[in-house]
């Protein structure tokens, strides 16, 4: 039996301090390559039915292939953008992705994307950090979102905090071994230093 289709959501309303600049406009691929924020609807395309984008300067964006949705509450963080995904989602569940991770093993995202699992949300921890789910290369269930809005009433911004009160399910070590033993799709931009050791890691591979 084939799995419910998904929708895909992309993160992508961060505000870029700590860079200086739109890093979801970087083409690290050539001027020809895609932007950022291109390269992570591309990484979904194949896999959902419907791609999602929260950020809140979709004016910016026209030619966008994807539906841009504002945060529901400007500003929230992360978790509030994934809230404001999970609402505008059609479907049961949506593989969730930030828009500032250029390194995501595309098989890595099909197999959670194909991933049997009973619970809320299906995150992988890093192999440095086992025991903290990572939010922003997930699949979320609909019955996330009420949770979430829960954990949101409270104050609590931090994603990855509001995950380990869901029924949260690691799909294992086996996950990086298989297509990621660097565990690289974790890595995101946050400054010039980061883009200077992503763009080192691209050119050698």
Request: proline content about 9%; glycine content about 8%.
């Amino acid at each position: 039996m084939s799995k419910p289709p998904l929708s895909g959501i992309v993160i992508a309303g961060g505000r870029s301090r700590r860079f200086g600049a739109d890093k979801r406009r970087l083409r690290l691929w050539g001027v020809h390559g895609p932007h950022l924020l291109g390269h992570a609807i591309a990484l979904l395309q194949p896999l959902c039915v419907d791609i999602i984008v929260v950020m809140n300067d979709g004016v910016a964006w026209p030619d966008l292939p994807a539906r841009i949705v504002a945060d529901e509450q400007p500003g929230s963080g992360a978790l509030g953008g994934v809230i404001s995904g999970l609402q505008a989602m059609h479907t049961a569940a949506a593989l969730v992705i930030a828009a500032d991770m250029p390194l995501i093993v595309p098989e890595l995202l099909a197999a959670l994307a194909s991933w049997t699992f009973d619970g809320d949300v299906l995150a992988p921890t890093a192999p440095a950090s086992p025991d903290l789910p990572q939010p922003l290369l997930a699949v979320y269930r609909q019955s996330a979102l009420a949770p979430l809005r829960q954990v949101f009433a409270t104050g609590e911004r931090r994603l990855q905090v509001a995950l380990t009160s869901l029924r949260w399910v690691d799909p294992g070590p086996e996950l990086w071994q298989r297509y990621d033993p660097a565990a690289r799709s974790l890595v995101n931009i946050n400054t010039p230093d980061d883009l200077a050791q992503i763009q080192h890691w691209l050119k050698k591979s």
